[in-house]
């Protein structure tokens, strides 16, 4: 089975029972998170979580946070700021700065990622999940497997997305330009910009 339709088997599962659980909702950036916040606050008590100790520098890091508050205001939800971090990410990838994106480096950054959200949302919350499955360009059974890995090792709860289907990436550019939100033209770090 494929995670939109784990998920719409869920929510109805959900729905019938008449709960709505909370979810720990990891966002890169305000685009990506736009049709999944549209999506999902219909049937999850949602709260953003933003954390990406991989973004090239601070002023980067608060400027996609800004976004991501001034989005989450439009649906009344809140931001929790994991903080940003500058060393962090580079000892996490040391060995793999010359990969390519979608390469292995991508892959230890989506697990620091997810791990980090896995731990924040054990015990306090019944789900997590990350709006990184929104982008084509990103392995969506790949980010599921890790958030299945990390959400073990914590006791949390993943919930498999793919928010790509069902149009979801061209909603979120719909999204985008209706909230008139700041699209970066490059995934996060200083390895992805170094290629513009
Ligand atoms: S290209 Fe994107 S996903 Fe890959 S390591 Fe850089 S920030 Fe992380």
């Known amino acids: 089975m494929n995670a939109q339709m784990e998920l719409d088997k869920l929510i109805e599962k959900n729905k019938a029972r008449g709960i709505t659980p909370s979810l720990l909702l990891h966002a890169c950036c305000a685009p990506c998170a736009s049709y999944p916040l549209e999506y999902l606050s219909e049937h999850f ?6 954390y990406n100790p991989n973004i090239t520098d ?10 991501l508050r ?10 929790i700021d994991g903080g940003y971090s500058e060393n962090l990410f580079f000892d996490t990838v040391k060995g793999y700065e010359q990969e390519p994106e979608r ?16 731990k924040q949302a054990s015990g306090k919350y019944d789900y997590f999940a990350t709006t990184l499955t ?9 980010i599921n497997e890790l958030g299945e890995a990390t959400g073990k090792e914590t006791g949390a709860k993943y919930l ?15 999204l985008s330009k ?19």
Do not use: W
């Open 45 to 50: 008590d949602v709260t953003l979580f933003y």
């Open 58 to 67: 601070e002023s980067e890091y608060q400027k996609r946070l800004l976004e």
């Open 70 to 79: 001034r989005l989450a205001h439009e649906f009344g939800f809140y931001v």
């Open 103 to 118: 390469g292995s480096r991508c892959k230890i950054c989506f697990e620091l990622r997810l791990r980090e959200t896995a």
């Open 134 to 142: 929104l982008s084509p360009l990103k392995n969506a059974t790949l």
């Open 160 to 174: 498999p997305t793919d928010f790509k289907k069902k149009g979801g990436y061209l909603r979120s550019i719909e």
């Open 178 to 196: 209706k909230y008139d939100l700041y699209r970066q033209n490059y995934c996060g770090c200083v390895f992805s910009k170094r290629k513009d």
